[in-house]
């Protein structure tokens, strides 16, 4: 069962897969991402660059019934995605242990966690990009089976 969030995000989130299914059939390389905004309903797309007129046109038809927002991102997604990589293994440092990296909300950047065993100063001079970079701190991940009670 959906709630009522979830619900009103529905065509929101077919017509975000309008988007991705244009931009993965035409191979554009602007299209950093798509997210959904609760007060108003709006679906955020976030680009590098000119938006390319097909997709100019999906996005004034979704206009006509649903608020959709088109905002310039720094980056593309293919672009944080490389630097993504980059980082976690090309460049990943042995004295410094890297969680996770990924994309900031917003595509300015990249998003880096260390393990809290790791000097923060050392991992921020260590871990270099020309991109932003934002760090956090986290321990292992503990994944936990659970039996059919404790469900």
Known sequence: MLDARAIAQQPLVE???RIQALVGERGYD???????EDNPPTLVLRWKGPLPEPVQHLVAELTSTLQVVV?????S???LLRETRRIMTVNR??????WSAGPLTD????HV???QS???AHAKHTITSPMKLEFSVSGPVVLTCLGPDDW
Request: with cysteine; proline share 3%.
């Open 71 to 75: 905002r310039e991102a720094r980056y």
């Open 15 to 17: 017509a975000g897969d």
């Open 30 to 36: 602007g299209f950093a991402n798509l997210a959904l």
């Open 93 to 98: 440092p042995s004295s410094v242990k890297i």
């Open 107 to 110: 595509c300015s950047g990249l």
């Open 118 to 120: 790791t000097d923060m």
């Open 77 to 79: 997604r293919d672009e």
């Open 113 to 115: 966690t260390i393990d």
